[in-house]
T-cell receptor, first 118, second 113 residues
């Protein structure tokens, strides 16, 4: 149980294009999902909190117009990197909290998406 | 806001030895401390967590201890095996409702056989 998927797993795009990444909770409902960015050999940096049915909340320094988040259902959140540039290349990981899980705080992570912007 | 520091950044141990990784946190109100294991290119996996109402929790070869007074918690792995080699992250809650996590910088554990 508590499986989170991400799609795509890997994407290469040209500078200036937009890329959408999907995060799905497969066997549970997630009112809250989180988007992280991870640079090579570095820690996970929280970018934003995605709330079902409401606007996402962004961490300080993260441009909300650059990283668009939509959480349209209890099992799906999407992150769109708009007008991507090489500096946006990174590993993006989502996580989700089980709405009815026994542990309020536990986050289940997706497998990540490797974005490379040429 | 919460600040988490993790040490050491790298740790090499001989197979069968124990490994200890320590984290300190800043917010005395924090009440949940998970440890994640991440293998190269893979997702972080929760291996153990502890809440602030207990001082120690054990699951087979893995244990976590919490010292609320000193605001630090540690991961202990006994009888290490090569498959324990990975990056380990500690985390602590942040945000108004404590529903977000702030992660430590990570520890690269290498178990030499």
């Amino acid at each position: 149980g508590a499986v989170v998927s991400q799609h795509p797993s890997r994407v290469i795009c040209k500078s200036g294009t937009s890329v959408k990444i999907e995060c799905r909770s497969l066997d549970f409902q997630a009112t809250t999902m989180f988007w992280y960015r991870q640079f090579p050999k570095k820690s996970l940096m929280l970018m934003a909190t995605s709330n079902e049915g409401s606007k996402a909340t962004y961490e300080q320094g993260v441009e909300k117009d650059k990283f668009l988040i939509n959480h349209a259902s209890l099992t799906l959140s999407t992150l769109t990197v708009t007008s991507a540039h090489p500096e946006d290349s990174s590993f993006y990981i989502c996580s989700a909290r089980d709405r009815y899980g026994k542990s309020y705080n536990e986050q289940f992570f997706g497998p990540g998406t490797r974005l490379t912007v040429l | 806001g919460e600040n988490v520091e993790q040490h050491p950044s790298t740790l090499s141990v001989q197979e069968g030895d124990s490994a200890v990784i320590k984290c300190t946190y800043s917010d005395s109100a924090s009440n949940y401390f998970p440890w994640y294991k991440q293998e190269l290119g893979k997702r972080p996996q929760l291996i153990i967590d502890i809440r602030s109402n207990v001082g120690e929790k054990k699951d087979q070869r893995i244990a976590v201890t919490l010292n609320k007074t000193a605001k630090h918690f540690s991961l202990h792995i006994t009888e290490t095996q090569p498959e324990d080699s990975a990056v380990y992250f500690c985390a602590a809650p942040k945000g108004e409702y404590g529903n977000k996590l702030v992660f430590g910088a990570g520890t690269i554990l290498r178990v030499k056989s």
